[in-house]
């Protein structure tokens, strides 16, 4: 059963506090992105009231995402030099923007790594392949959170990728994936467009329909970066895709932390959840982090 704590408290026995505003909001693209133009309608939150809760509270639905912007929150303390682009989930038609964005944000900087909580374009369900448009707006991302580095006290060999569900689709397509697939728009892209790790929570649609291999355009190579990966076992949304994935990384001989929790479900974000060790998953992801050298171990 799902707690009816409120998010704002469960968020605070965790140790994560509200983040204040982004230091900064960046259009990411300066012109038309690229792709073809359609007409989404107004950019909005169409939440309702008697949408489920999640950990006590509601999730913010952000639709029609036309103009895609990069988020930017910089810890107030502790900053490791890490940064991680936070891809929300939403099946490509909304992005979940508080529950698998903000929040992470909020999570990220408690621990000294800096979020770029990415507005990528949706609905994009329509559009042959879907994530294509979501990529290139995090492969321009990753290029202008690695030249703006020095600016914002940041490593640039230590620019992560993180996503879930559908965002988590998108994260692991960028982290996987060696070519740009947009033409460099300006002096920005000269910076590479490739993540150093890639974090992947319950990522949707990498598996075929089978669900025994990998989908023909998910291509994983030793260049590929580590990655941390989290999937229920009862998730609707196969977690076939995390375990596929984990055995071709094993194969390709790149470092891989997999946790598969037996109950969960889908769609918790970090969000505290009574009775489902699944939504402890920030305290692994701290271990690997702190481990690799990307964060800085909690207070």
């Given at each position: 059963?799902?707690?009816?704590?409120?998010?704002?408290?469960?968020?605070?026995?965790?140790?994560?506090?509200?983040?204040?505003?982004?230091?900064?909001?960046?259009?990411?693209?300066?012109?038309?992105?690229?792709?073809?133009?359609?007409?989404?309608?107004?950019?909005?939150?169409?939440?309702?009231?008697?949408?489920?809760?999640?950990?006590g509270s509601r999730i913010i639905k952000l639709?029609?995402?036309?103009?895609?912007?990069?988020?930017?929150y910089i810890p107030s303390k502790r900053n490791s030099g890490s940064s991680v682009v936070v891809c929300p989930g939403g099946g490509y038609s909304i992005l979940a923007w508080d529950l698998e964005g903000t929040e992470v944000a909020e999570y990220l900087n408690s621990i000294g790594v800096t979020a770029i909580v990415l507005k990528y374009r949706v609905p994009t369900r329509s559009v042959a392949p879907?994530?294509?448009?979501?990529v290139q707006d995090a492969q321009r991302t990753i290029s202008i959170v690695r030249s703006r580095a020095k600016e914002w006290g940041l490593d640039g060999s230590r620019i992560g990728i993180l996503g879930f569900s559908a965002g988590g689709h998108t994260a692991a397509m960028t982290a996987l994936t060696a070519k740009r697939l947009y033409e460099p728009v300006d002096d920005l892209d000269k910076a590479s467009h490739k993540a150093n790790a890639g974090i992947l929570i319950y990522p949707a649609y990498l598996s075929n329909r089978e669900q025994t291999a990998l989908q023909d355009d998910v291509k994983v190579?030793?260049?590929?970066p580590p990655m941390f990966m989290v999937h229920a076992y009862d998730d609707p949304v196969t977690p076939a895709s995390s375990l596929l994935l984990a055995l071709e990384?094993?194969?390709?001989?790149?470092?891989?932390?997999l946790h598969?929790?037996?109950?969960?479900?889908?769609?918790?974000?970090?969000?505290?959840?009574?009775?489902?060790?699944?939504?402890?998953?920030?305290r692994q992801c701290t271990a690997w982090l702190v481990r690799n050298g990307?964060?800085?171990?909690?207070e």
């Open positions: 059963m799902i707690s009816k704590i409120p998010a704002l408290i469960l968020l605070t026995l965790v140790g994560i506090s509200r983040a204040a505003d982004p230091v900064e909001v960046i259009n990411i693209w300066p012109d038309t992105p690229p792709g073809p133009e359609r007409e989404v309608g107004e950019e909005k939150d169409i939440t309702k009231p008697t949408d489920r809760l999640v950990g639709a029609n995402v036309a103009t895609p912007q990069a988020h930017v879907k994530w294509l448009q979501p190579t030793r260049d590929a990384l094993k194969r390709q001989k790149v470092p891989c932390e598969m929790f037996d109950v969960g479900g889908h769609g918790y974000g970090l969000r505290p959840v009574d009775g489902l060790p699944v939504t402890r998953w920030p990307w964060a800085a171990s909690p």
